[in-house]
Every structure is written in C-alpha cells, then in structure tokens.
T-cell receptor, first 111, second 114 residues
Framework: EDKVVQSPLSLVVHEGDTVTLNCSYE??????LLWYKQEKKAPTFLFML????IEKKSGRLSSILDKKELFSILNITATQTGDSAIYLC???????????FGGGTRVLVKP | DAGVIQSPRHEVTEMGQEVTLRCKPI?????LFWYRQTMMRGLELLIY????????DSGMPEDRFSAKMPNASFSTLKIQPSEPRDSAVYFC????????????FGPGTRLTVL
C-alpha cells in the first residue's frame, strides 16, 4: 500500500525562525511529489518535484527531492505569521494522476 | 478566470437525508477529483474522472456514496442516506490531463450531519 508520511505533525516557531518540514514516501512507480499550503480553506499549490537534487525556490520557500532515499523537504526561511498553515505533501504515481496525501504538518508562527 | 466552484459552501443536514454536493471545474480542465478531509484521516481521494469517465473510485467509502460527471463542466457527489460520520470538508479539484500533476482545489463544502 502506498504511504506518505510527514513530520513533524506540528510545530510552533517565532517570526524570523527557519522551518524544515519532511515528507517521506513509499510508492511504486513514483512520478512526482507536490507540496501544498492550506490555510483556512482549500490547499494551494507550492511546488512540484520530479527530479532528485534540483531545488525549487519561491521567495522564502524552497524544496528538494531525494528519490534514492524517498523523501522531500520543504524549507521556510525568515518565517512570518502569514506562513502559519498546514503544509501537505502528495505523491503521484506514473500511471494515472491520482494524488496520495500525507497527513500534513501544522505550522504556527508566533509574532 | 474563475477557479473551481463548489456549492453549497456549508451544508447541515440530519442523519438519513440525501446530500448532493456540486462542482464546476476550471474551464478547459478535463480531469476532476473529489476529496474528503477530516481531522482523523486527513485528505483522502474519493474518486476521479478523466474526460467525464470515472477512472478510480477505490476511495469511495461505501455504496451510500456516488458521483457523476454528466458533462465537462459539472460533477456531483451524492450521499444517500447520510450519517454523522460523513461530516467532513469535501473538496473538488481539477487539472488538465498530461499537463503536469498540479491540481487546483475549490473552496470546499463543509458538511455536518446531525
């Protein structure tokens, strides 16, 4: 059975701190890994990763994939209160376009 | 451009009643997904369609749940009869097959079954 596990479950940091979120997976025929941010409503897309070792960046957020060790990390530097959210990772298999989500990491950034 | 549209945004009903959730995907998208999110189980895929055809419904919990996509711009998820354990947020998402794996989510329907 496919598995996507995120850690930690939750964390509390102060503004300006750096946060590292982990996503490990066990799926057959892996194709891509996606990160989403969910605030009060729908998940919004952050990154899609398909190749190992290539960092994707968007402002203070960055992510990288390791297909040998089967994990990805999402980094947030200089955190702000607006970064408070649940961060979800999901994997897609080679056949089909179904996303399998991890349980998410809840991040709270305090002023 | 409008995103994925879902209705209603909130639904409160009594156990045993029929519930119908509606979704309009982004125009031009040909793949549509229904998800359910709860605190206990996180975000789970229920069913998805490509070009209006159901591809994978293995996540549909039981026969009380059914989904249809009569055309490219409309889908429904029906629960009949509803039970309190169906209380959750139901999301619809859409994408274009073959364009990458990014899915765009609607605002969700918060369902409460009393």
């Amino acid at each position: 059975e496919d598995k996507v596990v995120q850690s930690p479950l939750s964390l509390v940091v102060h503004e300006g701190d750096t946060v590292t979120l982990n996503c490990s997976y066990e799926v057959t025929n892996f194709r891509s890994l996606l990160w989403y941010k969910q605030e009060k409503k729908a998940p919004t897309f952050l990154f899609m990763l398909t190749s190992s070792g290539i960092e994707k960046k968007s402002g203070r957020l960055s992510s990288i994939l390791d297909k040998k060790e089967l994990f990805s990390i999402l980094n947030i530097t200089a955190t702000q209160t607006g970064d408070s959210a649940i961060y979800l990772c999901a994997v897609v298999k080679a056949a089909g376009n179904k996303l399998t989500f991890g349980g998410g990491t809840r991040v709270l950034v305090k002023p | 451009d409008a995103g994925v549209i879902q209705s209603p945004r909130h639904e409160v009903t009594e156990m045993g009643q029929e519930v119908t959730l509606r979704c309009k995907p982004i125009s031009g998208h040909n793949s549509l997904f229904w998800y359910r999110q709860t605190m206990m189980r996180g975000l789970e895929l229920l069913i998805y369609f490509n070009n209006n055809v159901p591809i994978d419904d293995s996540g549909m919990p039981e026969d009380r749940f059914s989904a249809k996509m009569p055309n490219a711009s409309f889908s429904t998820l029906k629960i009949q009869p509803s039970e309190p354990r169906d209380s959750a947020v139901y999301f619809c998402a859409s994408t274009v097959v073959g364009s990458g794996d990014t899915q765009y989510f609607g605002p969700g329907t918060r369902l409460t079954v009393l």
